[in-house]
């Protein structure tokens, strides 16, 4: 628990892979809300928590979750794969289309 007086902000608590709540904090800044807004839908997103609530909404099959998770798990190898490759020359660096 926060102790003292409580900062101004938008607080959302979720629960953590031990079952504890963890609390997310973020700070409203000269009372822009919708930059507080936005750094709270990043760190959601970040923390996988709209994937998991669109997993919850329909029953998944264990043979689909076992087929999902094996994909998951290809799909992260190939990735280490080709980030190993860039860093030792095999593969080019990827070209960034970010101004």
Known sequence: MISGPEPSGVA????????EFQIVLIVVRDNNVDQALKALKKKM?????FREMKA?????KPSEAKARRK???VRRARKLARKRAQREGILPKPVSTRP
């Open 12 to 19: 959302k608590a979720r629960r953590g892979s031990d079952g």
């Open 56 to 60: 919850r909404t329909a029953y998944e």
């Open 71 to 73: 994909a998951e798990a």
């Open 45 to 49: 997103q970040r923390e996988g928590v």
